[in-house]
Nanobody, 121 residues
């Protein structure tokens, strides 16, 4: 099993910044993609950003130029730097990791428990 633990959420004023972290632990052989999704009240979960083990990134149009995803492979950790935050960014943010537990094993998508980000004055 693989566990993901997120940190860094909270309340911030519009225009402010937050940095989310997500560390994976447990039975890990290799992690491919890692990323962040978010879900606002009454809305479906949506992709925010994704990063491959090689560092290639994908962003939702709504966060391009404001959010930056990065990772430390040696620590099995992914980060999301969020700048110029807007009230529309308010949501529960979930990290994910596509991990295998042994050589040749299947990749499974694991999820964190979620961290609340609230952007309000």
């Amino acid at each position: 099993q693989v566990q993901l633990v997120e940190s860094g959420g909270g309340l911030v004023q519009p225009g402010g910044s937050l940095r989310l972290s997500c560390a994976a632990s447990g039975s890990i052989f290799r992690i491919n993609d890692m990323g962040w999704f978010r879900q606002a009240p009454g809305k479906e979960r949506e992709l925010v950003a994704q990063i491959t083990s090689g560092g290639s990134t994908v962003y939702a149009d709504s966060v391009k130029g404001r959010f930056t995803i990065s990772r430390e492979n040696a620590k099995n950790t992914v980060y999301l730097q969020m700048n110029s935050l807007k009230p529309d960014d308010t949501a529960v943010y979930y990290c994910n990791a596509d991990a295998s537990s042994y050589y040749g094993g299947p990749y499974v998508r694991y999820w964190g428990q979620g961290t609340q980000v609230t952007v309000s004055s």
